[in-house]
């Protein structure tokens, strides 16, 4: 805003730009965040800021959110790292909003992730799990998790979380584990604890059972069979069958070969349609087809189409139609031997349909939750002395006592081919084909549990394995099952949707398995008699039992004798310890126990569990249920879920597709700062994407915002409370932008409570680029550069931008930490204080002004359409600035002049130049020329971009006819004039 010559051909030898007001700032443009970070870091880290917000903070009202406890197994990746960051945003925001709201990080330090990597690392030394002492192995686990959470703890300290780094919980610490050990005794102590026989998912390669929560679906291709099953002439009630069924079998179709043998009945609907037909002619085929005209089968009649293909059947009459209730079949393999010589009832089933497969479903008790509740339910069916049979071993091969499968594995346990189909699915295929009794066989790809930890197949196995039971009456009154669904009712659920999600789930759920074949982890610390299977339940036996896990952790389970817990009363030959270990969703269930109740700086109940959404069936599930046996209560208030982050294309991330980005590769490249913001600007309830070109946006954004804030810094330069305006001398644009900031502080602070983040950044990056930098902050840069200082225009423009600064630090700071610390220190310099001592400022409600805010978006509706014309001045090279133009603004709704009366406090078109940045501009109250410029979405505005007259100011580069009117200064505006006058006498 200088310039040599000026218009009027006045030769001026004088340089403005000393006496320019422009911004100075030693905060840099480029952030450098991958250095810069870190040092951030090390400076919060000497100065204890997270110790210091405790201490200012214990008067406060607490506010917690208990961590759920990640695997302490492997570097974070970008699902663990947008956890930590919610966390950290929910954490900070709430410290701000004047809680004080602690963070204490854990671990979830048990379990199959970890005892399989030590188990991987001893087989590479050549050493085989059952052959390492159960201490040494123990050991091994410990030491392996230990040094996971000093490597995970570095990663999330990196990512900018604050928290209580120096003392998390660990689920393997003693006290920790005492606290399980003593949680899980409640529950024998409530009478809820028994041993059942099921079946349970089972992995044969870890030779254990898992739990849903450690099973993921993967894409599998099976073996399928359509197998007949032979029709007995007697009914159940022991009348004939009608005689068209007489040699007819039943057909079921299967994706499991393997468990035919376990075979005990077959479920139909009572609300399906089935029929019996007759073959008439076989398709031609290359092969002896495995049926022939003649033979009989029953089928559901909409399937009956896609069996006839499946079996290569040319033709078939419909003979009738077939009631399956009542009617009982023989096994396929019952001519095979005599194990299999028993009944096969035909059974309704609720899970039965006609929407695959024949319409009857083969019913393996022993191999299927389904299969078990229908058989369960018919009791005289079943053998008295075991009702449900077991037919496969832990290592996923058939018992000895398996007539012609006896050894042969379902699924390979080592090797290259570990995980595929062992032996025993065709064995099965061929004996059937040897009885006749295989109808079609085929492939089929679908979705199938696996391990998730080996990625190897499960399969569904009968064991004997401990319960808590859901529906027995507990002695507080009640089922777990009913004070669970009570407890979800009085919990907040978000989004509301998530409730309906648990509600179902714990409705529909069987008995918690809580037991696992392991050797990593809590055990089961109760006795049972021998010879009865009695559960001793004994309160001071339970008491020395937690006594010693607190002194030298769970091994003393395992370490010490039974008699040192048993004590006198009991003869320790008569009593078997349990060596089972408790399921490792117990442990985390039981955080709550341990890492809040009785903590200083915690609380019980929590006022926040915030994990993936799969938790709702593992970890906010588990500490449900475990919370609600024990406490009759849920251990939170409420519940907050995220989706999960998927690659850019919305395909999973994997390594073996190359699409995976970790959060250490985005703070070295870009700065976490960079996650952090593309974290808040999402719909995180929701899975996200995330890429190169997706975190560019991010970076993008981060760059507008930083700028911002730069320029807050630069024209606030040299800025204190004496020269701050009173309100009510204020220009209205300022009274504007502080109505906006009522705004602001509404949005941000419920936006923060209902952890709508998305919400809250949209608002105050909008704020930053569209009502500041693209037209507060550009309205009044003439001001802030050409006033003399000591004008009310000029204080009143650098006292609204103090109160923006001071509530942009501080709504900003729990989603940009590293920046907004910066920003507050280069402007108030300390060796001690730090942004995030502070809380969110307050916003005088005397600034809400809803008819000014109104008014101001008619002024900018109007002046969008200025600015319109100005630019295609500008393309058209017709002006090289702003500056130049004097556009008359045409107008045919009164509405416009209303606004910019009751605003401009002075001469309306000086006003409207003002604020469209030009020289002159003029408000015509008519519709304007066809050949004016307009938007569509505009109708009612007109714009005829003219030429400014006057000459050009050689300091403000304003046009004016005033320039030179002041003899001292002849080549500047009277505006300029006075300014100049106010700087040489500042400056001698």
């Known amino acids: 805003m200088t310039d040599t010559t000026a218009d009027n051909g006045t030769e001026t030898t004088r340089d403005y730009r000393p006496t320019l007001f422009l911004p100075e700032t030693d905060f840099p443009m480029r952030a450098g965040l991958p250095k810069k970070e870190p040092e951030w870091l090390a400076r919060w880290e000497e100065l204890n800021v997270y110790e210091n917000l405790r201490a200012q903070s214990e008067d406060r009202e607490r506010w917690v959110l208990h961590d759920g406890p990640p695997y302490a197994n492997g570097h974070i990746h970008i699902g663990t790292g947008q956890n930590k960051i919610l966390k950290d945003i929910v954490v900070r925001s709430h410290q701000m909003l004047g809680f004080d709201a602690p963070y204490r990080p854990g671990w979830d330090c048990h379990g199959l992730p970890i005892e399989w990597k030590v188990e991987q690392n001893f087989r590479a030394k050549g050493k085989r799990k059952d052959d390492v002492p159960k201490k040494e192995f123990r050991a091994a686990c410990r030491e392996y998790a230990e040094e996971w959470v000093g490597v995970q703890r570095d990663e999330f300290k990196r990512l900018g979380v604050s928290g209580e780094w120096d003392d998390p919980y660990t689920t393997m610490a003693f006290s920790a584990e005492a606290a399980i050990v003593r949680e899980f005794l409640k529950f024998v102590e409530q009478g809820l604890v028994f041993s059942g026989s099921a079946p349970v998912m089972w992995s044969p390669v870890e030779q254990t059972a898992l739990a849903e929560a450690e099973v993921e679906y993967q894409d599998k291709t099976s073996s399928t069979i359509y197998v007949k099953f032979p029709v007995r002439g007697v009914r159940k009630d022991g009348s004939a069958v009608p005689k068209e069924c007489v040699g007819a079998h039943v057909v079921i179709w299967t994706t499991t070969p393997w468990t035919i043998p376990g075979n005990k009945a077959i479920c139909y609907s009572p609300e399906v349609r089935y029929g019996l037909y007759k073959i008439t002619a076989m398709k031609a085929t290359d092969f002896a087809p495995w049926s022939m005209p003649g033979d009989t089968l029953i089928v559901a009649d909409n399937l009956w189409e896609a069996t006839k293909e499946a079996a290569f059947i040319e033709s078939a009459d419909r003979i009738c139609n077939v009631d399956p209730s009542g009617l009982v079949c023989s096994h396929p393999l019952f001519e095979a031997d005599r194990f299999w010589n028993y009944p096969v009832p035909l059974l309704a089933g609720d899970h039965v349909t006609d929407e695959a497969g024949t319409g009857f479903v083969h019913t393996a008790p022993s191999h299927g939750a389904e299969d078990y509740v229908a058989w369960m339910e018919n009791p005289e069916w079943h053998d008295k002395q075991q009702p449900v049979p077991h037919m496969v071993g832990e290592d996923g091969s058939y018992y000895e006592h398996i007539p012609l499968f006896a050894g042969l594995h379902i699924i390979r346990l080592d090797g290259k081919k570990q995980g595929q189909d062992g032996p025993a699915n065709k064995a099965v295929m061929d004996q059937l084909i040897e009885q006749d009794k295989l109808l079609a066989r085929g492939r089929l790809e679908h979705s199938y549990p696996h391990s998730w930890r080996s990625k190897a197949p499960v399969i569904f196995r009968n064991t004997q394995q401990w319960f808590i039971a859901i529906d027995r009456p507990m002695k507080t009154g009640g089922t777990l099952r009913e004070a669970a669904l009570k407890a979800i009712g009085e919990t907040t659920w978000t989004p509301p949707q998530a409730e309906n999600r648990i509600r179902s789930m714990v409705e529909g759920r069987p008995d918690w398995l809580v037991s696992r074949q392991r050797a990593w982890g809590v055990p089961l610390t109760m006795f049972v008699e021998k010879g009865t299977g009695h559960v001793l339940n004994d309160h001071k036996v339970h008491e020395r039992i937690v006594r010693a896990v607190e002194e030298e952790g769970a091994d003393a389970w395992f370490e010490r004798p039974a008699e040192e817990f048993l004590g006198e009363d009991y003869n320790a030959d008569e009593w078997e310890k349990v060596t089972d270990i408790l399921d490792v969703w117990f442990d985390s269930g039981s955080t709550h126990a341990f890492s809040l109740e009785d903590?200083?700086?915690?609380?019980?109940?929590?006022?926040?569990?915030?994990?993936?959404?799969?938790?709702?069936?593992?970890?906010?599930?588990?500490?449900?249920?475990?919370?609600?046996?024990?406490?009759?209560?849920?251990?939170?208030?409420?519940?907050?879920?995220?989706?999960?982050?998927?690659?850019?294309?919305?395909?999973?991330?994997?390594?073996?597709?190359?699409?995976?980005?970790?959060?250490?590769?985005?703070?070295?490249?870009?700065?976490?700062?960079?996650?952090?913001?593309?974290?808040?600007?999402?719909?995180?309830?929701?899975?996200?994407?995330?890429?190169?070109?997706?975190?560019?946006?991010?970076?993008?954004?981060?760059?507008?915002?930083?700028?911002?804030?730069?320029?807050?810094?630069?024209?606030?330069?040299?800025?204190?409370?004496?020269?701050?305006?009173?309100?009510?001398?204020?220009?209205?644009?300022?009274?504007?932008?502080?109505?906006?900031?009522?705004?602001?502080?509404?949005?941000?602070?419920?936006?923060?409570?209902?952890?709508?983040?998305?919400?809250?950044?949209?608002?105050?990056?909008?704020?930053?680029?569209?009502?500041?930098?693209?037209?507060?902050?550009?309205?009044?840069?003439?001001?802030?550069?050409?006033?003399?200082?000591?004008?009310?225009?000029?204080?009143?423009?650098?006292?609204?931008?103090?109160?923006?600064?001071?509530?942009?630090?501080?709504?900003?700071?729990?989603?940009?930490?590293?920046?907004?610390?910066?920003?507050?220190?280069?402007?108030?310099?300390?060796?001690?204080?730090?942004?995030?001592?502070?809380?969110?400022?307050e916003t005088p409600e005397d600034w809400r002004d809803g008819g000014r805010a109104e008014r101001w978006q008619t002024i900018r509706r109007l002046r969008r359409v200025v600015t319109g014309a100005l630019e295609v001045e500008r393309r058209e090279k017709r002006i090289g600035s702003s500056l130049e133009a004097a556009p008359k603004v045409y107008v045919t709704d009164p509405a416009y002049r209303e606004a910019l009366g009751a605003e401009a406090g002075g001469d309306l078109d000086e006003f409207l130049a003002e604020i469209s940045i030009t020289s002159q501009a003029y408000l015509v109250d008519e519709e304007g020329e066809p050949a004016n410029f307009r938007l569509e979405d505009v109708s009612d505005i007109s714009v005829d971009p003219g030429k400014a007259e006057g000459s050009k100011c050689a300091r403000s580069w304003k046009y004016s006819a005033d320039v030179g009117s002041d003899p001292r200064y002849p080549d500047v505006t009277p505006r300029d004039a006075d300014a100049l006058a106010y700087w040489d006498k500042l400056n001698g």
């Open 599 to 841: 903590r200083k700086s915690q609380k019980w109940p929590a006022d926040l569990y915030l994990e993936g959404s799969d938790q709702h069936r593992g970890w906010f599930q588990s500490s449900l249920l475990e919370s609600c046996g024990t406490r009759g209560r849920a251990p939170y208030n409420g519940v907050l879920t995220h989706g999960f982050v998927m690659a850019g294309d919305g395909r999973k991330m994997s390594k073996s597709l190359g699409n995976t980005l970790a959060p250490n590769e985005i703070a070295k490249k870009y700065g976490i700062e960079i996650m952090r913001l593309w974290v808040a600007a999402q719909e995180f309830t929701m899975d996200l994407r995330i890429s190169e070109e997706i975190l560019q946006t991010s970076v993008d954004a981060y760059r507008k915002l930083r700028n911002t804030m730069r320029y807050l810094l630069g024209a606030l330069d040299g800025f204190d409370d004496t020269e701050a305006l009173p309100y009510d001398r204020m220009p209205s644009l300022e009274r504007w932008v502080l109505h906006r900031l009522t705004e602001l502080d509404e949005v941000v602070k419920s936006g923060y409570e209902a952890y709508d983040f998305k919400k809250v950044y949209s608002a105050l990056f909008n704020f930053c680029v569209v009502d500041l930098s693209a037209f507060y902050l550009d309205v009044r840069k003439d001001s802030l550069y050409c006033d003399r200082p000591d004008s009310d225009r000029r204080r009143a423009c650098r006292t609204v931008m103090h109160e923006v600064f001071m509530r942009l630090t501080a709504w900003l700071a729990p989603i940009m930490p590293f920046t907004m610390e910066e920003a507050w220190l280069s402007r108030f310099p300390s060796e001690t204080d730090s942004v995030h001592y502070r809380t969110f400022p």
